[in-house]
């Protein structure tokens, strides 16, 4: 994949962004037109074109076709990273300030998502952050948290998850973590969440 020369849709990239962060499951595209919301056909052939454009892989199981993202692949690896990034850096407009106020987690996380309904809508009660951090840094991230509520700049309650990136490895089978981990927009250093990903397939 020459990135140079190939052209994305938003639907595309909104397509490779989900298969990659669900890296346990394998889609056909009709059950990816439900997700994305689109026509079945159209879903067919945009992930056929992904396919050609070398970020997603074909299986075949019977009559059956199934897609997943091509983790194999150097430069789609360098294409996701890039995407995520992107999104690390342009959040949901509601989720903004959220997202600006969190950033003094930066210099103690490993990396950080939001996840859960605030997320999807601009209707949610709370939000949900999962921070991936070495426990050495549990105070002053407790102390940063503390900061956070006091400023009164979010309206919002924030609810965290904290885990090491050992709890990530040891839990990624059980379906609420990943769901956690996979239904979430990446708020900070998407890099390492990328290499979090690849090695959870290992």
């Known amino acids: 994949m020459n990135v140079r020369n190939i052209q994305f849709t938003k ?12 890296f346990k499951d394998r889609y056909n595209s009709r059950k990816l037109a439900n997700i994305i919301d689109i026509n079945h ?69 490993i990396f950080r998502t939001i996840f859960g309904s605030s ?31 006091k400023s009164v700049l979010v309206d919002k309650t924030i609810r965290y998850v904290d885990v090491s990136e050992e709890d990530i490895y040891k839990n990624m089978n059980d379906k609420i973590f990943y769901s956690i981990l996979s239904e979430c927009i990446v708020s900070f250093n998407a890099e390492k969440y990328v290499r979090v990903i690849l090695k959870c397939l290992k």
């Open 11 to 22: 639907i595309e990239i909104r397509i490779a962004k989900y298969l990659f962060k669900h």
């Open 119 to 149: 997320v999807k809508s601009q209707e949610f009660n709370d939000v949900d952050v999962l921070l991936v951090y070495d426990k050495k840094m549990r105070k002053k991230i407790n102390k940063v948290k503390e900061e956070i509520r």
């Open 41 to 109: 056909a159209h879903a067919g052939k945009l992930c056929n074109d992904l396919v050609s454009k070398s970020v997603l892989i074909k299986d075949f199981i019977g009559n059956a076709v199934y897609f997943s993202f091509d983790y194999r692949n150097k430069m789609a690896i360098k294409f996701i990273e890039y995407l995520l990034s992107l999104e690390e850096n342009q959040p949901p407009k509601w989720l903004a300030v959220v997202s600006h106020n969190l950033n003094g987690l930066n210099d103690y996380v």
